[in-house]
């Protein structure tokens, strides 16, 4: 039994580094993307074959198609409990790009638990933080499904024309993941490119 124990040990050690290398060249060769949804939740091929039980874009109750972003919140929705203003942006007041002295200003930007899915607008952590400090207003230009790519982009072009005093950047751990994918659901989304070292985001309007 003795003599036992050391090849044991060996063919255990052996068994751990044969599954790490496995691990390292199927992340290499076969990207997760490919394999599972931008969410890591199921197989692509999954939604390959309910790809029509899907809800269209053109025909979704409250986001609208963006060549740039993928898909944003549509001006003016009344959906339950759910409303944007004329810009898209989370709730029924709307926010003139001129600031009104002495107040100030901050955004929230990140995926559906900034922007408050689920709950009425009142109930949003913006409309919330905008209740406990007094003389100021959160600007929430949230969208659900985004990524922190998406998040970064509706900021440059949106949330900076604001001039907001801070911005609150809200991140969900798959969030990380869309960043890597091309579409999301039945959307398709921005993807960024490494190029000489830097981020380029391909200028071809998405479909």
């Not at 309910?50 to 025909?59: G, K, N």
């Not at 911005?167 to 398709?188: C, K, Q």
């Amino acid at each position: 039994m003795k003599r036992l124990l050391p090849i044991l040990g060996s063919l255990a050690v052996l068994a751990v580094i044969t599954l790490v290398l496995a691990e390292i060249a199927l992340r290499a060769w076969v990207p997760l993307s490919s394999l599972v949804d931008p969410n890591g939740l199921y197989p692509k091929v999954w939604y390959l074959d309910h790809v029509d039980s899907l809800v269209d874009r053109a025909e979704h109750p409250s986001h609208v198609s963006h060549p740039v972003l993928g898909w944003t919140y549509a001006a003016n929705v009344r959906q339950g409990e759910l409303s944007t203003n004329a810009e898209g942006l989370r709730g029924r007041r709307e926010y003139p790009l001129e600031r009104v002295p002495g107040r100030r200003r901050g955004i929230v930007l990140g995926d559906s638990f900034s922007a408050g899915y689920g709950v009425g607008d009142d109930e949003s952590y913006a409309a919330r933080l905008e209740g406990m400090l007094p003389g100021t207003e959160i600007l929430n230009l949230a969208v659900p499904g985004y990524g922190v790519d998406q998040a970064i982009l509706r900021w440059e072009l949106i949330g900076r024309a604001y001039q907001p005093d801070f911005v609150i950047l809200g991140i969900f751990l798959p969030d990380f993941h869309r960043n890597a994918g091309t579409w999301w659901f039945d959307a398709p989304k921005p993807r960024f490119r490494i190029v000489d070292g830097e981020l380029y985001l391909p200028d071809t309007p998405l479909p």
